[in-house]
Each structure stands twice: as structure tokens, then as C-alpha cells.
């Protein structure tokens, strides 16, 4: 976060007239003495020029002085302050100054100094407990998911298998949120037929679009792009849950070729819709709208999109959404033809 000083800030700050106001004491005393010296030289009858030179001296000299302490106080303070509003990480403060050569200056270095160690070290010890805590989790979710599996293999009532199905994409929904963030050292991008990652899914999905009449069909998805096949296939699963949690009875999936060379998957569902004014902030983490918080869609928890959107930023891919409350909705994977995939593929 930026400082919110203005740049007229710093310049008041460092002002001559606040250095002075602050000085005022000192003034004060310089002025007194003076004044004391000039009365003592009287009383002693010296020479009218002695005393002249004196004092002129005697105000040079604190004139210097001040001087010199205003310009060494007002450079550092100017680049303290400066810096400070230019920065987006105002703790790296420190790395863009100079050691100041004066005594306050030196104080507030090491001051700013401990506080930067103390906040590093704090950022440190959270970022090892975030970690440990995420890989607990992953591990957690992987255990949770071995009985899931008998469960599934050992039942036999199609209402019991459909619970089971919706709790085990609710474990991968939460395994892959918590890898998001970090989701670089799991994917490996290659070369793909998007028909393969969708027959995958609807084979994973066949239960739940069985036990729901679901018509699900495909249409032209004989394309080649370069994905992760397993997080691919994680990111068209939310949004066919999403299509069928919200009343769709039939699924088309398609992929067509645009003019910049791009590939376009569609989901298109038949289902409620989403409102125009809801529309534009699906993708956004924790979001519902209006649909989400219906009696018959309290379940919805707003991340499925979030987690999407998310997966295809870090992809490369992009994503968005078209919809007609009452008619249905589609949702876009553009899959971009970038030079970057083809030369690491071909290394």
C-alpha cells in the first residue's frame, strides 16, 4: 500500500519555517547570549568596532550553524518522505536511503531499522505457519479422500453415491484453492485434445449426470491447446456443477477457432441465469448474488468461480461469462496462442 503523504507534504514537513519554529528555543537562547555579550563588551568600554565585529561574528557563526543542521535534517527527511510515497512496500523503506549523519537521524535509522527486522521476522514465522498449515491440509484432504473412495466402491444406493460425489468435489474444490496460490509447482502445461480432458470428465461426472437426466453433449472439441490436463479438468467440473446446481437439464460443451488463432471452449446450460447486475462479479471469491442466496442454492459457498478464474489466470487461459436469466448460461476458456508454449514444449 502506498503512502498517503502528498508530495506538498514532505515540503511542508522540511520547511524552513517549521525547522526555525522547531529551533525556536535555541534562537531564543543565541539571541539572549548575544545580547548578554553585547552589555558585558559595553560595560568594559570596548571599541564600538570590537563590539560590531563581535557580534557579527557571533551571528555568522550561529547562522552557519544553523544552516548546517537544516540542510543535513531537510536531504534526509526529503528522500525519507519522497521515497516513502513512491513505494508500494513502504517497509523497504531503508534500502532506498542513506545512513543520515546526524544524531535524531541516526536514531530514527536504527528505530526504522528494528522495526523492519521485527516485521520481517514476524512475516517469516507467518509465512512457515501458512505453509505447514496448507500442507497439512493437502495431506489432510488426500487421507479424506481413501475411505470416500471405499464408500463409493462399497455403496450401492444411486441417491448415497451422489452425496458421496458432491463431497468428494467439495474436498478438490478445497484441495485446489488451497494450491492456488502457489499453483506454479503443480501444473505442467503440455499438449492437449480438449475431447480427451472433457470425455475424462463426464466420465468422473457420469453419476451425478445420470442421476439429474442431464442431456450432455459435445461438439467440435477435436482442438489441440496446451493446458494442464488435471487442473483443466478441475476447472470445467466447477462449472459443471455450477451449471447443474442451478436447475440446467441439458450441457453442451464446445470449441471453436477464433481469427487471432485462439481456441474457445463454451459451456453452455440451460438453466436459471444470472442476473445482469450480478454478472459482472461471479469470478470474484466469496460471491453468490442473487441465485446463490435462493432457498434451494444456500449451499453455495461463491469460491467454485473465484477458484476457476483463478486457475486460468495462472494457466495463461481467459475467462468469462454470458447470461440470460430464465434461458441459461455460457461460460468462455479462451485457450491464447502464444509462442511462449510452443518453444518450452519443443525444449
Known amino acids: ?89 513502504a517497509y523497504l523503506i531503508l534500502e532506498t536511503l542513506e545512513p543520515p549523519n546526524f544524531y535524531e537521524g541516526k536514531i530514527l535509522w536504527e528505530t526504522l531499522y528494528q522495526a523492519n527486522k521485527s516485521m520481517a521476522e514476524h512475516v517469516k514465522r507467518h509465512a512457515m505457519m501458512t505453509k505447514d498449515f496448507r500442507e497439512y491440509i493437502e495431506l489432510w484432504i488426500h487421507e479424506a479422500k481413501t475411505p470416500l473412495a471405499t464408500l463409493t466402491i462399497m455403496n450401492r444406493d444411486p441417491r448415497i453415491s451422489e452425496q458421496l460425489q458432491r463431497l468428494d468435489g467439495y474436498l478438490e474444490q478445497v484441495l485446489y484453492y488451497v494450491r492456488a496460490e502457489h499453483a506454479e509447482s503443480d501444473y505442467l502445461i503440455k499438449k492437449l485434445t480438449l475431447a480427451n480432458v472433457v470425455h475424462n470428465l463426464a466420465m468422473h461426472q457420469r453419476e451425478i449426470i445420470q442421476a439429474r437426466h442431464i442431456d450432455f453433449s459435445t461438439e467440435n472439441l477435436d482442438f489441440m491447446v496446451f493446458s494442464d490436463a488435471k487442473w483443466l479438468e478441475f476447472i470445467l467440473g466447477q462449472i459443471l456443477t455450477n451449471s447443474i446446481k442451478y436447475g440446467s437439464n441439458r450441457i453442451v460443451v464446445a470449441a471453436a477457432q477464433n481469427q487471432d488463432g485462439d481456441i474457445e471452449l463454451e459451456i453452455s446450460d440451460n438453466g436459471i441465469g444470472i442476473a445482469e447486475k450480478d454478472l459482472s462479479r461471479i469470478f470474484e471469491k466469496s460471491f453468490t448474488g442473487a441465485n446463490g442466496r435462493q432457498a434451494d442454492s444456500s449451499r453455495s459457498t461463491g469460491m467454485g468461480l473465484y477458484i476457476v478464474n483463478t486457475l486460468c489466470r495462472k494457466l495463461g487461459h481467459q475467462v468469462s461469462a454470458e447470461s440470460i436469466i430464465g434461458q441459461g448460461t455460457t461460460i468462455k476458456i479462451v485457450f491464447k496462442n502464444h509462442d511462449y508454449y510452443h518453444v518450452t514444449n519443443s525444449q
Not at 535555541?26 to 568596532?49: G, R
Open 1 to 89: 500500500m502506498k503512502s498517503q503523504l502528498q508530495t506538498s507534504d514532505w515540503k511542508t514537513i522540511a520547511s524552513l519555517k517549521v525547522f526555525l519554529r522547531d529551533r525556536i528555543y535555541v534562537i531564543m537562547l543565541a539571541v539572549a547570549s548575544l545580547f548578554t555579550l553585547l552589555l558585558f563588551l559595553l560595560a568594559l568600554k570596548i571599541a564600538l568596532e570590537v563590539i560590531i565585529v563581535v557580534a557579527v561574528v557571533f551571528i555568522v557563526f550561529v547562522t552557519i550553524s544553523l544552516a548546517i543542521e537544516y540542510s543535513r535534517r531537510r536531504y534526509f527527511y526529503q528522500n525519507l518522505l519522497q521515497n516513502l510515497q513512491t513505494l508500494d512496500q
